[in-house]
């Protein structure tokens, strides 16, 4: 069971837009639009941020999307703020067998 | 509100059984609509899905952790639990439960979090 490949980090300026990818395979991302994204900052435990590829829990901001072309999903957040620093992680279902699969994560740092 | 609390010990020996429970309160763990599950992340590392359990009992592991790790539920003290056998220093980590709704099959809500180290 190979965890999600995600960029290690990403950067962006207060108020630009940036996006994290999310890569699979076939068995997991490319098969299921079951793709969830959560947001963890220091010492907390993570946050739904996106589920089922695009839709967001009632309380997420509207500047956090989600969308998937293949085996890589995406995660969106325009206009960046300080509090969006933190680490992201894509998951994705992958099967009845594997079930559940995480990406090794990316750290966001707002400049 | 729905809330998770993890609890058990915060050292265990190598060789020997992690024991964790988390404690479901402001809801049902009982609910058909929902399946409850076990996360976790080493020190400065990603997350890692362990397993998940229905209120009936059906269960679903990470197949890398498979042949060490029991899932169970008690619905009379709404709570569940997950037991890890023969845990190594790899095992150190901090162990999230967490609420997978059915409709949307994410985490939605997670405990706090519980370190757990293992050393002699």
């Given at each position: 069971?190979?965890?999600?490949?995600?960029?290690?980090?990403?950067?962006?300026?207060?108020?630009?837009?940036?996006?994290?990818?999310?890569?699979?395979?076939?068995?997991?991302?490319?098969?299921y639009n079951l793709v969830s994204w959560y947001q963890?900052?220091?010492?907390?435990?993570p946050k739904l941020m996106i589920y089922e590829g695009s839709k967001r829990p009632s309380g997420v901001?509207?500047?956090f999307s989600g969308?998937k072309?293949?085996?890589?999903a995406?995660l969106?957040?325009?206009?960046?703020?300080?509090?969006?620093?933190?680490?992201?992680y894509c998951c994705s279902y992958?099967?009845?067998?594997?079930s559940w699969?995480f990406?090794?994560?990316?750290?966001?740092?707002?400049? | 509100?729905l809330?998770?609390?993890?609890?058990?010990?915060?050292?265990?020996?190598?060789?020997?059984?992690?024991?964790?429970?988390?404690?479901?309160?402001?809801g049902?763990?009982?609910s058909s609509s929902y399946y409850w599950g076990?996360i976790?992340?080493?020190?400065?590392?990603?997350?890692?899905w362990?397993?998940s359990?229905y209120?009936?009992?059906?269960?679903y592991?990470?197949?890398?952790?498979?042949?060490?790790?029991?899932?169970?539920?008690?619905?009379?003290?709404?709570?569940?639990?997950?037991?890890?056998?023969?845990?190594?220093?790899?095992?150190?980590?901090?162990?999230?439960?967490a609420r997978q709704p059915a409709a949307i099959d994410a985490f939605d809500i997670w405990?706090?979090?519980?370190?757990?180290?293992?050393?002699?």
């Amino acid at each position: 069971q190979s965890a999600l490949t995600q960029p290690a980090s990403v950067s962006g300026s207060p108020g630009q837009s940036i996006t994290i990818s999310c890569t699979g395979t076939s068995s997991d991302v490319g098969s299921y639009n079951l793709v969830s994204w959560y947001q963890q900052h220091p010492g907390k435990a993570p946050k739904l941020m996106i589920y089922e590829g695009s839709k967001r829990p009632s309380g997420v901001s509207n500047r956090f999307s989600g969308s998937k072309s293949g085996n890589t999903a995406s995660l969106t957040i325009s206009g960046l703020q300080a509090e969006d620093e933190a680490d992201y992680y894509c998951c994705s279902y992958a099967g009845s067998s594997t079930s559940w699969v995480f990406g090794g994560g990316t750290k966001l740092t707002v400049l | 509100q729905l809330q998770l609390q993890e609890s058990g010990p915060g050292l265990v020996k190598p060789s020997e059984t992690l024991s964790l429970t988390c404690t479901v309160s402001g809801g049902s763990i009982s609910s058909s609509s929902y399946y409850w599950g076990w996360i976790r992340q080493p020190p400065g590392k990603g997350l890692e899905w362990i397993g998940s359990i229905y209120y009936s009992g059906s269960t679903y592991y990470n197949p890398s952790l498979k042949s060490r790790v029991t899932i169970s539920v008690d619905t009379s003290k709404n709570q569940f639990s997950l037991k890890l056998s023969s845990v190594t220093a790899a095992d150190t980590a901090v162990y999230y439960c967490a609420r997978q709704p059915a409709a949307i099959d994410a985490f939605d809500i997670w405990g706090q979090g519980t370190m757990v180290t293992v050393s002699s």
